[in-house]
């Protein structure tokens, strides 16, 4: 089976960076998500890194290393609006699209 | 483009009944999966249908079925409900080619 681990609760503030971490261990592993959901809200996508590296969207960007089971979202600029839950999910080959969930960083920013 | 949709948004069931859910995924999306989500086990995976085959399944009692129309429309059936059924269900769709998932509003299922 696969194990996520991630943080349950971070705190920053507004205008500042802030990286949640996120660790597995799965074989075969074929591609790591993060996705943000605000409370009572569906999950939105953020990224999908499948190599070893950092992908940057806007104020987001995301970055893997398979051989460390390792993943981070760094989230710079700070709003109020990014107080939400952030969810890292692997997927594995052979499991479909079937994805494997953490149980999520809830974030809080404060001014 | 539409995102996906789900209805419905809120139901209210007693246990022992049976409830079907429905979603209708963004419009050329031929991946539907659906997901569980309650606050002690976060979001678990149910099952992914691709043109109206089942390819995947979670760890989930036969209670729990699914199925997928010609036109990937989905729904979702829970039979002899129990109390501790009471969850968000999420389905999510995916582009042919592409990897990420995109989720609709869910289903908020409360189960006396």
């Known amino acids: 089976g696969q194990n996520i681990d991630q943080p349950t609760e971070m705190t920053a503030t507004e205008g500042a960076i802030v990286q949640i971490n996120c660790t597995y261990q799965t074989s075969g592993f074929n591609g790591l998500f993060w996705y943000q959901q605000h409370a009572g809200e569906a999950p939105t996508f953020l990224s999908y890194?499948?190599?070893?590296g950092l992908e940057e969207k806007g104020r987001f960007s995301s970055f893997l290393s398979r051989s460390k089971g390792y993943s981070y979202l760094l989230l710079k600029e700070l709003q109020m609006k990014d107080s939400a839950s952030y969810l890292c999910a692997v997927k594995v080959t052979g499991g479909g699209n079937k994805l494997t969930f953490g149980t999520g960083t809830q974030l809080k920013v404060e001014l | 483009k539409a995102g996906v949709t789900q209805t419905p948004r809120y139901l209210i069931k007693t246990r022992g009944q049976q409830v079907t859910l429905s979603c209708s995924p963004i419009?050329?999306?031929?991946?539907v999966s659906w997901y569980q989500q309650t606050p002690g086990q976060g979001l678990q995976f149910l099952f992914e249908?691709?043109?109206?085959?089942?390819?995947n399944k979670g760890n989930f009692p036969g209670r729990f079925s699914g199925r997928q129309f010609s036109n990937s429309r989905s729904e979702m059936n829970v039979s002899t409900l129990e109390l501790g059924d009471s969850a968000l269900y999420l389905c999510?769709?995916?582009?042919?080619?592409?990897?990420?998932?995109?989720f609709g509003p869910g289903t908020r299922l409360t189960v006396t």
């Open positions: 890194n499948v190599l070893d």
């Open positions: 419009s050329g999306h031929r991946s």
């Open positions: 999510a769709s995916r582009p042919d080619g592409g990897a990420e998932q995109y």
């Open positions: 249908y691709f043109s109206e085959t089942q390819r």
